[in-house]
């Protein structure tokens, strides 16, 4: 409720007049009682009693009356410093309501555009799903006209190398998706893609009779420090790309990086058989020393995840999960 100046002076007005009408009361009581008395004395003592009466009548009035306007002027200042205080409550809750009103608007207005901004990530989601889907059905058919090819190259004593080389190329592209999938399945709550299990790495594998190698080349690296897949976050591509190139320089095989917000808080390589731990542990030693010296903190640690029951990389594959961090370690 706004209190304006008109209401402020109208009960400034009325005071004044209680005021005025309880001290007029008494006046006029007092005079009463004190020209009866004058008259009186007038009667019997002459005019010069009333001069003395009406000094009398002062100094009554001064001690009895004077307090009383006294108190009547202290209540009015008090009721009006009060009114005063209930005008500022007043404008303070009506200030209040406004600001209130103000974030109701403007939290609507953010919910309606975190709305559109889900909306949107759920189209492109549904779209990332289709493209994925498309890629895996193209690589289900690459496997099986590489499953005949096998075959017939086996059959014919053919070159098993070319069979080789497809099958890596082949396996790489199952890698990029299956890390795809994963990460796609992380943003949207869901779960390991058990639905590439079809397709793990250790299926991609080539057997012959004939030029089939030895163990120890199937346990080799392509590299001589084996093969690392490098999965980044928090920086840009340029610095993942250096990445791969100190490490490449290095002996190990980089078949590219990709980024994922997976990676992000992570610095890590992963290996997958206990044969590949020392490769894993002198990756860890190399990936911080390339860090440190491109200023970035040096808190790479080997994680073994040998136990791990979902799709496997092949022996000699590890993977390097990292967001690098500026300083020093």
Sequence with gaps: MDVDQNSLELIERRLSERVEGQVRDRLFRFYRVAWAVALAVLGFFGYNVIA??????????????????????????????????????????????????????????????????????????????????????????????????????????????????DLQRVANWMDQISASVRDLQDRVGGSEPNDLALYSYEDIELSSTQDSPSPAEREAPAGASGTVYLQFAGVERGVAEQILAALGEI??????????????????????????????????????????????????????FTGYYGGKPREGTLELWLEPTRGSG
């Design 251 to 304: 002996g190990y095989t980089m078949p590219g990086a990709e980024r994922t917000s997976v990676a992000a808080g992570m610095h890590e390589v992963r290996y997958f058989f206990d044969s590949d731990a020392d490769r894993a542990a002198r990756l860890v030693s190399d990936v911080n020393r390339i860090l440190a010296d491109a200023g970035y903190r040096d808190e790479v640690s080997l994680e073994d």
């Design 52 to 165: 003395g009466l009406n000094d009398l009548a002062e100094e009554i009035a001064r001690d009895e009356v004077g307090p009383a306007i006294e108190a009547a002027n202290r209540a009015a200042s008090d009721a009006e410093r009060q009114l005063s205080e209930l005008v500022a409550r007043m404008t303070a809750a009506e200030e209040f309501q406004r600001q209130r009103q103000q974030l109701l608007v403007s939290t609507e207005h953010r919910l309606a555009q975190d709305q559109s901004r889900v909306e949107a990530v759920a189209q492109a989601t549904d779209e990332r799903l289709e493209g994925i889907t498309q890629s895996l059905s193209e690589a289900e058919a690459q496997l099986e006209a590489l499953g005949v090819r096998i075959q017939q190259e086996v059959a014919g004593a053919g070159s098993v190398d070319v069979l080789a080389a």
